[in-house]
């Protein structure tokens, strides 16, 4: 009787051992299979890829090829602003939203920018900007200038970095991106209107 009952405790702890590797195994499956699900709703949301501010002056970026638009392409104005600061000068072409035109009912502004994780460069926005109901999402690329409320940060990115939940799209610049990554903590940029 003895031999009878280390045999059931033996076969137990091996059929414990069959279960917990057959559950592993449907969980590495899962796992796998979402994250090529992933890819695969990627590729086929992005419709097309925006030629972004960097590639259309002819600078390029360095992973443009894997960031995808994944949102309609913002609708842009008429109006522009100049972003000036020792001997640099860019000039943005804002979007047709509330939140772009609170910032031009705000200008003249004097911010200064910090690099912000090697991709894009901010400013704080004094008191804020009214972002009406313009989503707070979007695709970043390098040249886009969005604003990012919870902080009142005004941004611009020189890389490119896709799909952000929380920024508000503002504009893009149209000339001058090649000085955007020389701005740093010492320098005051002057904004205003081009008249």
């Not at 590495?28 to 501010?53: M, P, R, Y």
């Not at 309609?72 to 000036?84: H, K, N, T, V």
């Not at 894009?120 to 972002?131: E, H, N, R, S």
Request: charged content about 25%.
């Amino acid at each position: 009787m003895n031999g009878w009952r280390v045999l059931d405790i033996e076969e137990e702890l091996l059929m414990r051992r069959i279960i917990a590797l057959c559950i592993a195994a449907v969980l590495v499956f899962c796992v796998a299979a979402c994250g090529s699900q992933k890819e695969e709703n990627e590729i086929t949301q992005s419709s097309g890829t925006k030629t972004s501010a960097a590639e259309s002056q002819g600078l390029g970026t360095e992973n443009s090829a894997a960031v995808k638009r994944t949102l309609p392409e913002p609708e842009y104005g008429d109006m522009r602003i100049q972003f000036a600061w020792d001997d640099k000068e860019m000039i943005v072409r804002l979007i047709d939203n509330e939140a772009a035109k609170n910032l031009l009912s705000r200008l003249p502004l004097s911010l200064n920018f910090e690099d912000y994780r090697g991709r894009q460069k901010t400013g704080v926005v004094p008191d804020g900007l009214d972002t009406g109901n313009v989503p707070e999402e979007c695709d970043c690329f390098a040249g886009d200038m969005n604003y990012y409320a919870p902080w009142d940060m005004l941004t611009f990115f020189y890389k490119d970095f896709g799909y952000a939940p929380d920024l508000t799209p503002l504009g893009v610049i149209e000339s001058g991106l090649e000085y955007l990554e020389e701005i740093d903590g010492g320098s005051t940029v002057t904004i205003d209107l081009i008249r």
